[in-house]
């Protein structure tokens, strides 16, 4: 199975700020990568697949980059709706994980 | 408009059985490859099984294997879980989950289930 490790675990910022959210892959997964926002109560929702393509009726404040081990999510500018968990999948090789979650709250 | 809606689940003894079913609608059901992935506090997000579009594949995560199921009536627009032998480590929210190209884009509200004695 291939490990997922998102960093930070939490990140405290304000409406308006920059979030850059890290994950990495024990081995290589190309880009087969995705991100997903998950709202309290509701289920994860796709952001971004195949490293950096958003997905439909995603905002262009969302955008993701990296290839091989190495992965980042950013949102340009905080959203009220964007303080949220959010999770990291790959699909490149053995049954498809998921990383363990970074929560962005408002600090 | 996709909509996937998870019912079955409920409380169930170690070593029980219980079935979810995934009624879908808003798509063209018999295209569409799908997905159980669940989600509980000590484990996160797991992906559990997939069927293809025509149910003649289906894989599944080492943990459950041998003791879940997943089928798919394309008739009637429904995927179902199967689950015998249950453990506690199983008490999750049980996701049904429809492909966007090769990721998860189309997720229900998902179905409760509490394994426990």
């Known amino acids: 199975e291939v490990e997922l490790t998102q960093s930070p675990a939490t990140l405290s910022l304000s409406p308006g700020d920059r979030a850059v959210l890290s994950c990495r892959a024990g081995?290589?997964?190309?880009?087969?990568l995705a991100w997903y926002q998950q709202r309290p109560g509701l289920p994860p929702r796709l952001l971004i697949y195949?490293?950096?393509k958003r997905a439909p009726g995603i905002p262009a404040r969302f955008s993701g980059t990296g290839s091989g081990t190495d992965f980042t999510l950013t949102i340009s500018s905080l959203e009220p709706e964007d303080f949220a968990v959010y999770y990291c999948?790959?699909?490149?090789?053995?049954?498809?994980?998921f990383g363990q979650g970074t929560k962005v709250d408002i600090k | 408009q996709v909509q996937l809606v998870e019912s079955g689940g409920g409380v169930v003894q170690p070593g029980g059985s219980l079935t979810l079913s995934c009624a879908a609608s808003?798509?063209?059901?018999?295209?569409?490859?799908l997905n159980w992935i669940r989600q509980s506090p000590g484990k996160g997000l797991e992906w559990v099984a997939v069927?293809?579009?025509?149910?003649?594949?289906?894989y599944y995560r080492e943990s459950v294997q041998g003791r879940f199921t997943i089928s798919r009536d394309n008739s009637n627009n429904t995927l179902y879980l199967h689950m015998n032998n249950l453990r506690t480590e199983d008490t999750a929210l049980y996701y049904c989950?429809?492909?966007?190209?090769?990721?998860?884009?189309?997720w229900g509200q998902g179905a409760l289930v509490s394994v426990s004695s």
């Open positions: 989950v429809a492909f966007y190209g090769d990721y998860y884009g189309h």
């Open positions: 808003g798509f063209t059901f018999s295209h569409y490859g």
């Open positions: 069927i293809r579009h025509d149910g003649s594949k289906q």
């Open positions: 081995q290589s997964v190309s880009t087969s």
């Open positions: 195949d490293a950096s």
């Open positions: 999948q790959q699909r490149s090789s053995g049954p498809p994980t």
